[in-house]
T-cell receptor, first 114, second 108 residues
Framework: DTGVSQDPRHKITKRGQNVTFRCDPI?????LYWYRQTLGQGPEFLTY????????KSRLLSDRFSAERPKGSFSTLEIQRTEQGDSAMYLC????????????FGPGTRLTVL | GQNIDQPTEMTATEGAIVQINCTYQ??????LFWYQQHAGEAPTFLSY????GLEEKGRFSSFLSRSKGYSYLLLKELQMKDSASYLC?????????FGKGTRLSVIA
């Protein structure tokens, strides 16, 4: 396993369209996290899973955002009715231990909403 | 909640040493991460300190004082490729929370 992977790496869409991103964590990691990052800011936490259970969602996560991890392996993040303010880098990370001592990030998906 | 404070920007000369400080307030502290992030790329793991003291890893060292809520990242023999943002993230009972990071510029 070479690490956390994300697909696509880049996505350009028009305002109002739906987009879906995929994250494949490191295979033995049971925790998976989604973050969003805009220019000049640190990553902002969106949500995380332990196995297939979604344990926490940030207040940043509006109703247009939904994340799933149906089999406790890969995860998807869907954004419905995209807005220009959704343009950002969407980062996925995974870890094994509850302390997150081995938290590693994927390469990210850069979303541009026109 | 969590509060993380790092300098916004730093500039240092190639070959020099630079120290990036981080102070934090968090509940349920387990340890502290440092990540490096080049522009347009994802953060990459640098270090994770659990115990007080200095941990050295090549040109990079990280220090932690749990009682003071303080950490620093020390970069020696700076190279141009070290120009990046450096993110400090305390690990507690919740997923990692990041500050804005410190943007380091290495100049010739």
């Amino acid at each position: 396993d070479t690490g956390v992977s994300q697909d696509p790496r880049h996505k350009i869409t028009k305002r109002g369209q739906n987009v879906t991103f995929r994250c494949d964590p490191i295979s033995e990691h049971n925790r998976l996290y989604w973050y969003r990052q805009t220019l000049g800011q640190g990553p902002e936490f969106l949500t995380y899973f332990q196995n297939e259970a979604q344990l926490e969602k940030s207040r940043l996560l509006s109703d247009r955002f939904s994340a799933e991890r149906p089999k406790g392996s890969f995860s998807t993040l869907e954004i419905q009715r995209t807005e220009q303010g959704d343009s950002a880098m969407y980062l996925c990370a995974s870890s094994l231990a509850s302390t997150g001592a081995d938290t590693f990030f994927g390469p990210g998906t850069r979303l541009t909403v026109l | 909640g969590q509060n993380i404070d790092q300098p916004t920007e730093m500039t240092a000369t190639e070959g020099a040493i630079v120290q990036i400080n981080c102070t934090y307030q968090t509940s349920g502290f387990n340890g502290l991460f440092w990540y490096q992030q080049h522009a347009g790329e994802a953060p990459t793991f640098l270090s994770y300190n659990v115990l007080d003291g200095l941990e050295e890893k090549g040109r990079f060292s990280s220090f932690l004082s749990r009682s003071k809520g303080y950490s620093y990242l020390l970069l020696k023999e700076l190279q141009m490729k070290d120009s990046a943002s450096y993110l400090c993230a305390p690990s507690g009972n919740t997923p990692l929370v990041f500050g804005k990071g410190t943007r380091l510029s290495v100049i010739a």
